[in-house]
């Protein structure tokens, strides 16, 4: 089992920057692809990023290039910036013992997942 924990949530102005965190503990076998989904009221859960242990990262257009997907030891970050009001959402990270997930995002079956941090970005 892996347990994952997001911090790092809050509010900022539209323009601004916040950085997830997400610790894994809790198993002998480390994720091999960790991920963030995000989800607004009344909207499906949308994947975000993924980056395999390897250190390939994906990104959803919406985020490209604004986004950036991080491993700090057991820690996996999303640094976020030009924020706006459309990135409001609970933020959710997400692990893999397989790599299938980095490329599947929506479509991959993530295995464990976090209790999610939630980002509200102000006009």
């Known amino acids: 089992q892996v347990q994952l924990v997001e911090s790092g949530g809050g509010s900022v102005q539209a323009g601004g920057s916040l950085t997830l965190s997400c610790a894994a503990s809790g198993s002998t076998n480390s994720p091999t692809c960790m991920g963030w989904f995000r989800q607004s009221p009344g909207k499906e859960r949308e994947w975000v990023a993924s980056r395999t242990s390897h250190g390939t990262a994906r990104y959803a257009d919406s985020v490209k290039g604004r986004f950036t997907i991080s491993q700090d030891n057991a820690r996996n970050i999303l640094q976020m910036t030009s924020l706006n009001t459309e990135d409001t959402a609970m933020y959710y990270c997400?692990?893999?013992?397989?790599?299938?997930?980095?490329?599947?995002?929506?479509?991959?079956?993530?295995?464990?997942w976090g209790q999610g941090t939630q980002v509200a970005v102000a006009s």
């Open positions: 997400a692990a893999s013992l397989r790599q299938y997930e980095c490329y599947a995002g929506s479509q991959g079956s993530w295995a464990y």
